[in-house]
C-alpha cells in the first residue's frame, strides 16, 4: 500500500506537534472540567462560524457550557488513540461518513439510543448500529464551465471516462477522504470490478495531476485547465456567497450539475456526530446531538454553510433549491467505510495520484 495512506493516521512527531498546538486551545476549553456535570467537551473538525452560533444557542438554552478542541480529522482520531480512556473529548464531530467509521472500527464510540435523534435522522444517515449520525449532507457533483459545456453534454459520473472529456476533468488527489468514499459507494453500487474502470478511466482523462481542494478545481475550470470539475455543493453555496470578489466570480462561471439521475443517483456524504465511548458527560453529549438534529439547528445549517439537512422537514436553502430537486444513492453511508480500504487499494492500483 501507498505509504501515504498507512492507517490513514498521523506520525508520532504530528502527534507530538498536534498535542503541543492543542495545549493552549484546552486551557480555555476541556479543561474547564469535565467533572463539572454543566459541560459537554467536544472534537471537532468542522471549522464553520454557524456550528460556533449552534454550540451558543444551545448554552443559552440549556446552560451547558460547550468546550471546543478543533482540529483536521485525522489528528483528533490520533488524539483519541493516544488519550485513550483518559480524554476529555465526550463528542467527535466530523465530516465524511468515512471518519466516523474510522473512529468506531477504533473502538472509540458508543452507541446512543435516542428516539429523537432515529425520527430526526433517517436511518441512512445513521450508523447501522447507531454509534454515529449524519448532521448535514453534501452531494458530490459535476461542476462545469458554462461557456464551454452545455448541460446537456453531462449525465453519469461514469461518462466522464469517455474520450470527449479527455484532458478536461480536474479533481482532487487519492487520499482526500471525499474522493476515497466517492469510490467506495460505486463499489457498494456497482462493483469492484466497475469501480476500478471508472478510476482507471477517469485518471485517463485528467486534465493534470490531482492537486488542490474542491475551491481550487472551481479556480482551475473557470481558468481554462479543464472543463469539468468533481466537487461538493456547499462548496459553491460558500463561494457564490464569499466576501471575496475573485472567488464569488469564479463561481458566477460555473454550473452544478446532478450526476447519474436516471441510473444510480448522486453521490451524498455527511458532517457527523459521534459520542465518544469515554464520555464522561454523557447526558449533555446526548443533548447537544439531539439539539443539532432539530428543525432549529437544521435551519442554520442550510442558510448559513448551503448544506443540505438530514432532517426531512427542513427545507434547503433557496440557492440549493434552485439547483433543483435530485435523486441520491441508494445506500446506508456505513458502506463507504467498509469499502474504504478496497477504494484506495484501487486508487494506488489505477495511479491515482
Known amino acids: 500500500m501507498n505509504k501515504k495512506y498507512a492507517a490513514l493516521g498521523i506520525s508520532a512527531a504530528l502527534t507530538t506537534s498536534l498535542l503541543a498546538a492543542c495545549a493552549s486551545t484546552d486551557e480555555t476549553t476541556s479543561n474547564e472540567g469535565s467533572d463539572d456535570s454543566n459541560v459537554v467537551n467536544v472534537y471537532s473538525s468542522r471549522h464553520y462560524d454557524v456550528d460556533q452560533q449552534l454550540y451558543k444557542q444551545f448554552e443559552e438554552e440549556t446552560g451547558i457550557k460547550v468546550n471546543v478542541v478543533e482540529g483536521k480529522s485525522d489528528e483528533l482520531l490520533e488524539r483519541l488513540n493516544t488519550e485513550g480512556e483518559n480524554t476529555e473529548a465526550d463528542l467527535f464531530i466530523t465530516a465524511d461518513a468515512g471518519n466516523l467509521y474510522q473512529a468506531k472500527e477504533a473502538g472509540h464510540l458508543q452507541a446512543v439510543d435516542s428516539d429523537e435523534l432515529e425520527s430526526n435522522i433517517p436511518e441512512k444517515y445513521r450508523d447501522t448500529d447507531n454509534e454515529w449520525f449524519g448532521l448535514t449532507k453534501r452531494a458530490r457533483v459535476i461542476v462545469y464551465s458554462k461557456d464551454r459545456v452545455k448541460p446537456e453534454d453531462l449525465s453519469t459520473y461514469e461518462a466522464l471516462t469517455e474520450e470527449q472529456w479527455n484532458g478536461k476533468v480536474l479533481v482532487r488527489p487519492s487520499e482526500n477522504m471525499y474522493n476515497i468514499s466517492l469510490l467506495a459507494s460505486f463499489i457498494e453500487v456497482n462493483g469492484v470490478d466497475e469501480a476500478k474502470e471508472w478510476a482507471k478511466g477517469l485518471v485517463n482523462n485528467m486534465a493534470r495531476d490531482p492537486q488542490g481542494n474542491d475551491r481550487d478545481q472551481a479556480k482551475a475550470v473557470v481558468a481554462g485547465e479543464g472543463d469539468v470539475a468533481i466537487m461538493n455543493t456547499y462548496y459553491m453555496g460558500l463561494m457564490l456567497n464569499s466576501e471575496d470578489e475573485e472567488e464569488k466570480k469564479v463561481a458566477e462561471q460555473l454550473g452544478v450539475f446532478f450526476p447519474n439521475q436516471d441510473t444510480t443517483g448522486t453521490h451524498v456524504n455527511i458532517s ?82
Open 272 to 353: 457527523g456526530i459521534a459520542m465518544t465511548k469515554a464520555s464522561k458527560n454523557t447526558e449533555n453529549a446526548q443533548k447537544l446531538m439531539e439539539f443539532m438534529s432539530e428543525p432549529s439547528a437544521q435551519e442554520k445549517f442550510a442558510s448559513v454553510n448551503y448544506e443540505y439537512p438530514v432532517n426531512e422537514s427542513v427545507e434547503p436553502n433557496e440557492l440549493l433549491q434552485s439547483w433543483g430537486e435530485f435523486k441520491e444513492q441508494d445506500i446506508n453511508l456505513s458502506a463507504l467505510g467498509e469499502n474504504q480500504q478496497e477504494a484506495i487499494r484501487i486508487f494506488n492500483e489505477v495511479g491515482w495520484k
